[in-house]
């Protein structure tokens, strides 16, 4: 073999290895493709689900909010139209502790845990339920 052929050859030999050097790559970069996309995949479905669940939270919060509206508009009614239903001091006790449930709720003065929105709803709900 001359040496132009050897060179021939050669040149041949390293475009195969270049070639198939760009082929490992084109896979390698196919397969992180495919590995980000389900990432995105899987972070889209958590924000999702997050989402529903704060929107349910959400929406809780506004029943809560409507029941303690009704609760107070229930007693101000009993208090102004029901006769010997209760003494103005009475009212106003109930009012007062009323308030002071939505101090409680409220987290002032307690640690952050308290103060979630999640124990938040759970003091919402048991100071609906009971009030009921």
């Known amino acids: 073999m001359g040496a132009r052929a050897r060179r021939a050859v050669d040149s041949a030999q390293q475009?195969?290895?270049?070639?198939?050097?760009?082929?490992?790559k084109v896979a390698e970069?196919?397969?992180q493709r495919g590995e980000m996309a389900n990432r995105l995949r899987e972070e889209v479905l958590l924000s999702v689900l997050d989402f529903e669940r704060t929107r349910r939270e959400f929406q809780g919060f506004q029943e809560i909010g409507r029941r303690s509206q009704l609760r107070n508009e229930i007693l101000r009614l009993n208090y102004r139209f029901?006769?010997?239903?209760?003494?103005?001091?009475q009212y106003l006790a109930e009012q007062n502790a009323l308030?002071?449930?939505?101090?409680?709720?409220s987290g002032i003065g307690r640690s952050s845990e308290r103060s979630s929105p999640k124990s938040k709803l759970w003091c919402w709900v048991q100071r609906v339920f009971s009030a009921v």
């Open 99 to 105: 308030d002071v449930g939505d101090w409680r709720c």
């Open 29 to 31: 970069v196919e397969r």
């Open 82 to 89: 029901v006769a010997d239903s209760m003494s103005t001091p």
């Open 15 to 24: 475009r195969s290895i270049a070639i198939a050097d760009l082929q490992v």
